[in-house]
């Protein structure tokens, strides 16, 4: 192939000139990267994600930190697998509805067929919706959303879709595995339940009153409360009453900083209670909690870093060597990249609806066990952790979390099958 | 009992760093007419610096250079930046102060990254100083009280009593009269726009410490310092001393209130629709200031203390 040669009788020093190099320039790239694909095009399918995230407000930290595991799972799998090549673009949905939904717009136009993350459930589910409508009015150019962090129950329940899968478990799997520990842990008699004032926080409240009463009907829940979500500064007012109610155990959903100054406050009145959470290991909350957390910061979650299997490990050398102070939290966007690349392979093209049917029922090794993706109702079956925060001893604890010498130790292993949910959702599939 | 005791003292702690925040605003305000819409992100800025700081040489020195450089800097925006907009008015300040606050959101992530930092207090202000109807109370807590009690009582002193404070209260009302008496009136700004920045950053320091230290620190700050400052009254620093504890205490006592709205008014909740009376009195705490301010313009739009409408 000829070597583009670049126009040299264009005037550096004039603007317009510049203007016009720039184009031409741009126009010979993107025609050699044709003509470079055209001719893998034959022994490689590229999948190209596009990834929404919150890249700027009070949940910057958070879509962050999905952006980079993401990437690093995504050069894990390219380094090992040559059939089959993930391309991301990231785009910052700043945390609002509209923005995500302008980001699938000019996506779409540009031809992206995958798109994942959004920011919270409120986000997600204006994505699925323009995902199901897309593909209603574009038969034959359908795209694929791949959930990896929106917990929010009702996506594969009553609001289920073909067109979505999620990666990673929901609210109530999550609760369910985090009351049957509870049933194990006695001391846990008076229970506050502090929450997010949005639907996630709303149905973590629910799902917690609703376990604990069948699974421990002794535990007395003392105290419920919402709090603005990314807006609370001062915790210490919640926290007095907290103490005042009398509780031993904090159960909470909340994440990034609603989560880390609850904590700190609660350091500071010296509530002495366990807190069990969705996301303690995430985003500064072990930082901000520090050895006042040993023993009493419990989470449930998908990550483990204690047991690290070789490809997890690599993910996680990769991450750690760039970013030392920050720590992958969740698998959701690993569990991701494998089981979308099996299913490309599985269904020998990237073309999102037959990859779509061979994502269905997909049992494949994810990241800490063998997981499934529910045909029926495209939730992932994957195992959880329940995990205590303490002191790295090189043997139940590992590895310090965000460069501190404290880190998590994994209590309980939930299955993968032990948590799946019954099963809620009538799917319309469309013809093969 | 013991709840409404330690909300009160929450409630105190938490107002006296709205204060500390409010002060420099509503100082600069006063003397310059301009609503600073970068002051909270000065209050991040002395944050950082603070953190940037403390690893080298230590919290007790942070806390007086941080806010020191951030004055300084305070002095170089008015200088070479603002000085220069005064003549195309207001509006032109006002657009400059809200690009700025941007301008060092984006700088700060560029320089700390978008994550939290671990900007905290030296161990020895982390214990509690003493019991208080049995919670401990924080002895940074203290620190922070007493610092703003400093601060703003040196201010005071320093508007009220010395030499330059007169000129200053001068400067504000007749600036012409003061610069014919050979008083250089720019210089007199200049320097009250740095004294307002270092009180930001000097909040910062201390309120990164206690809260957190991360990049949306200014937005979420931001706007409850202006609804203190217009709920005391632009430009008064009494007023905004009463607002920011009266802004301290409702927030915190609302959250202590374990009721449902339906319960808290009742009678009344006969002729309230069933979902508001269904609303816990504690979720209408972060509403509350801003209700405040809305029922304060529309009332008495000057505020508290203010002498000219809002």
């Not at chain 2, 040489?57 to 450089?69: Q, W």
Request: glycine share 10%.
């Amino acid at each position: 192939m000829n070597t583009p040669t670049l126009p040299t009788h264009v005037p550096a020093a004039r603007f317009a000139g510049i203007g016009r190099l720039v184009r031409r320039t741009a126009a010979w790239t993107t025609a050699a990267t044709l003509v470079l694909s055209a001719t893998q095009a034959w022994s490689q399918h590229t999948v190209r994600i596009a990834q929404l995230e919150p890249l700027s407000g009070p949940f910057q930290s958070q879509g962050e930190t999905n952006v980079r595991t993401l990437q690093a799972a995504v050069d894990e799998f390219n380094a090992r697998e040559k059939d089959i090549r993930f391309e991301v673009s990231v785009f910052d949905a700043q945390g609002k509805a509209q923005e995500a939904l302008n980001i699938f717009r000019q996506a779409t136009d540009r031809g992206i067929r995958y798109f994942a993350g959004g920011g919270s459930s409120a986000i997600v589910s204006g994505l699925i919706e323009a995902v199901n409508t897309y593909n209603e009015r574009h038969p034959g150019r359908e795209v694929l959303y791949l959930n990896h962090q929106a917990i929010d129950p009702d996506f594969t329940e009553s609001r289920c879709s073909f067109w979505h899968f999620r990666f990673d478990p929901h609210v109530h799997m999550r609760m369910f595995a985090m009351t049957s520990y509870i049933t194990r842990d006695a001391a846990v008699k008076r229970v506050y339940l502090i929450n997010q004032d949005y639907s996630f926080g709303q149905q973590v409240e629910a799902s917690a009153k609703r376990y604990l009463a069948s699974m421990r009907p002794d535990i007395a829940i003392v105290g419920e409360e919402r709090h603005p979500i990314g807006r609370t500064k001062d915790f210490a007012p919640y926290v007095a009453k907290i103490k005042a109610s009398g509780a031993d155990t904090v159960i909470t959903g909340n994440f990034g900083q609603d989560l880390v100054l609850l904590i700190k406050a609660a350091k500071d009145a010296g509530l002495n209670v366990r807190f069990y959470t969705y996301y303690g290991n995430a985003l500064g909350a072990p930082t901000a909690v520090g050895a006042a957390g040993i023993e009493r910061l419990r989470l449930v979650g998908t990550w483990e870093t204690n047991a690290m299997p070789a490809r997890m490990k690599a993910i996680y050398d990769n991450f750690k060597a760039k970013y030392p102070k920050t720590d992958i939290f969740h698998t959701g966007v690993i569990e991701m990249v494998g089981l979308l690349g099996e299913a490309v392979r599985k269904a020998g093209t990237a073309e999102p609806k037959p990859v779509a049917f061979a994502l269905e029922g997909l049992k494949t090794q994810g990241a800490f066990g063998e997981v499934e993706m529910r045909a029926g109702d495209h939730q992932l079956l994957a195992p959880l952790f329940i995990q205590t925060f303490a002191a790295v001893d090189g043997q139940q604890v590992r590895y310090g979390i965000e460069g501190m010498s404290l880190g998590f130790r994994t209590d309980a292993k939930i299955g993968a099958t032990e948590t799946a949910p019954v099963m809620a959702c009538q799917m319309k599939r469309p013809a093969r | 009992m013991d709840i409404i005791a330690s909300s009160l003292l929450n409630g105190l702690t938490y107002g006296f760093l709205l204060f500390m925040l409010a002060a420099g605003l509503t100082l600069v305000f006063s003397l310059m007419g301009i609503m600073n819409f970068a002051h909270a992100s000065l209050y991040m800025l002395g944050a950082y610096m603070g953190y940037a700081l403390a690893r080298p040489l230590g919290f007790a020195t942070a806390v007086l250079v941080a806010p020191l450089l951030v004055g300084l800097l305070g002095c170089a925006l008015e200088r070479w930046l603002l000085r220069p907009l005064h003549a195309r008015g207001h509006v032109a300040e006002l657009l400059f102060t809200f690009g700025l606050a941007f301008l060092i959101e984006e700088a700060v992530k560029l320089v700390w990254g978008a994550g939290v930092v671990d900007h905290h207090f030296p161990p020895a202000l982390e214990g509690s100083l003493f019991q208080w109807f049995g919670t401990p109370y924080p002895a940074y807590k203290a620190f922070m009280v007493a610092v703003a009690v400093a601060a703003l009582g040196s201010l005071y002193l320093l508007v009220a009593r010395t030499r330059v404070g007169l000129i200053v209260r001068a400067a504000l009302t007749h600036p012409m009269m003061v610069e014919n008496l050979g008083h250089d009136t720019d210089r007199v700004f200049m320097w009250v726009f740095g004294l307002g920045s270092a009180l930001a950053a000097l909040a910062g320091v201390i309120g990164g410490a206690a809260l957190t230290t991360e990049p949306s620190m200014a937005t979420q700050l931001g706007t409850i310092v202006f609804v203190v400052v217009v709920i005391g009254g632009l430009g008064s620093i009494q007023g905004a001393f009463l607002a920011a504890l009266l802004i301290g205490m409702l927030q915190t006592l609302l959250i202590a209130v374990d009721l449902r709205l339906g319960q808290a008014i009742g009678m009344l909740a006969r002729y309230a629709p069933a979902v508001l009376a269904d609303v816990k009195v504690s979720q209408l705490a972060p509403i509350a200031p801003y209700a405040l301010m809305v029922a304060m313009l529309l009332l008495r739009p000057r505020g508290l203390f203010g002498r000219r409408d809002a």
